[in-house]
């Protein structure tokens, strides 16, 4: 059945660390997200992608990166330069082209937590 | 930027109350969507609305775009309907901009 899958659903990261969370989507949608929550507060946006090998970043993108090498995947790899990873990490993907102007779906989430 | 104020920021209920939830927004808007999580986490989408009045089942919304406001009544509340409620929207670019949230909390 479509939706998006993420994983793992709990990540442990060490100091110094650099971990991938996965984002995959069977919607045929382009355009995906990442987001970040954490607790008590809304959603920021990391990173988007509106298409294939373009991304842009969002209000937070320092201490991450992202690629976008498949319509299916837009990974999110949270480098040692986040100084305060620990967060609910969400991924989101909506049909694209209309300039944002349309339904964005969640996925899961993954939690992340430094030891 | 777009500021998204959402009140109350709690609420609690007896089943079977109604409640209105509101969300404020400071600029024009083409996307504004209310969404529900869920206590793992999930967000589930309940309505796409930038203007206009929707209705599914217990829940309906309202969007007055001129007066830059919008109202999710739930009514007959059941247990299953705690959370936290977010209202986003976008003002043309990609990015949704999200509230705080209220968080309901309906007891039986």
């Known amino acids: 059945d479509g939706g998006i899958t993420q994983s793992p659903k709990y990540l442990f990261r060490k100091e110094g660390q650099n971990v991938t969370l996965s984002c995959e989507q069977n919607l045929n949608h382009d355009a995906m997200y990442w987001y970040r929550q954490d607790p008590g507060q809304g959603l920021r946006l990391i990173y988007y992608s509106q298409i294939v090998n373009d991304f842009q970043k969002g209000d937070i993108a320092e201490g991450y990166s992202v690629s976008r090498e498949k319509k299916e995947s837009f990974p999110l790899t949270v480098t040692s330069a986040q100084k305060n990873p620990t967060a609910f990490y969400l991924c989101?993907?909506?049909?694209?082209?209309?300039?944002?102007?349309?339904?964005?779906?969640f996925g899961p989430g993954t939690r992340l937590l430094v030891l | 930027g777009i500021q998204v104020e959402q009140s109350p920021p709690d609420l609690i209920l007896q089943e079977g109350a109604n409640s209105t939830l509101r969300c404020n927004f400071s600029d024009s808007v083409n996307n504004l969507q209310w969404f529900h999580q869920n206590p793992w986490g999930q967000l589930i989408n309940l309505f796409y609305i930038p203007s206009g009045t929707k209705q599914n089942g217990r829940l309906s919304a309202t969007t007055v775009a001129t007066e830059r406001y919008s109202l999710l009544y739930i009514s007959s509340s059941q247990t299953t309907d705690s959370g936290v409620y977010f209202c986003?929207?976008?003002?043309?670019?990609?990015?949704?901009?999200f509230g705080t949230g209220t968080r309901l909390l309906v007891s039986p």
């Open positions: 986003a929207v976008n003002t043309g670019f990609q990015k949704l901009v």
């Open positions: 989101a993907s909506s049909i694209g082209g209309l300039a944002g102007a349309e339904t964005q779906y």
